[in-house]
């Protein structure tokens, strides 16, 4: 069995990776699972590259094993495609995503059709014990909505709107959402990476 830390403590980030990744030889654990919650990361990176680096760095250099973590955000090209790198702290770390999605539709109330352009962009780094860094990106292009819309998911997904599938992300199941998603994405990019490697 291969132990896995993801240097977060968003469970709902957990539990898309193991729906993702379903493997009996591989174990996922949460810095919660491990008892490394307290452990300070500094995300000062510009890009999602640099942050998912930082994070995965910083649990590896304490635990010696295998480590992912990801940086993952929101682009809206209406905002020069903010909140970008800063999705989670956007309006403050403590804001409900009811109201950083509420201000981001008034932001674009004078936008329409393809100037509500925006993706989810989702980088996955893996730093093995010997420090050896992957990275991986997958994103999913959309458009923001006018109102919020859907039950499922979790952060931006209720106006993150989906064209093609005529609703947002927060409207899919888990099972279409992890299919087609940024995390999903890049996670199945990382473990054909690392399927050489485990």
């Known amino acids: 069995m291969t132990k896995i830390i993801v240097a977060t403590g968003n469970e709902n980030k957990m539990k898309e990776i193991r729906q993702i990744i379903k493997r009996d030889d591989i174990q996922f654990v949460s810095l919660k699972d491990e008892g490394l919650s307290d452990v300070e990361i500094v995300e000062d990176g510009d890009t999602f590259e640099e942050n998912a680096i930082i994070k995965a760095k910083t ?19 209406y905002l020069d495609k903010a909140p970008g790198v800063y999705s989670a702290r956007y309006m403050g770390e403590d ?15 004078d936008a329409r059709g393809v100037e509500r352009s925006a993706r989810f962009v ?48 927060a ?18 990019a990382m473990y054909k990476k690392l399927e050489g490697v485990l």
């Open 122 to 169: 989702c980088v996955i780094a893996c730093v093995m014990p010997d420090g050896n860094v992957i990275t991986t990106r997958g994103t999913i292009e959309g458009q923001i909505g006018y109102e919020e819309k859907g039950e499922n998911g979790f952060g931006y997904d209720p106006i993150f709107y989906l064209p093609e599938k005529g609703c947002t992300t």
């Open 171 to 188: 409207e899919l199941s888990p099972e279409d959402k992890n299919e087609i998603s940024h995390r999903g994405r890049a996670l199945t």
């Open 59 to 77: 649990i590896a250099d304490i635990t010696g094993t295998i480590v992912i973590a990801d940086d993952s955000g929101l682009e809206v090209d």
């Open 95 to 109: 804001t409900p995503y009811t109201v950083k999605n509420n201000h981001i539709i008034e932001l674009l109330k």
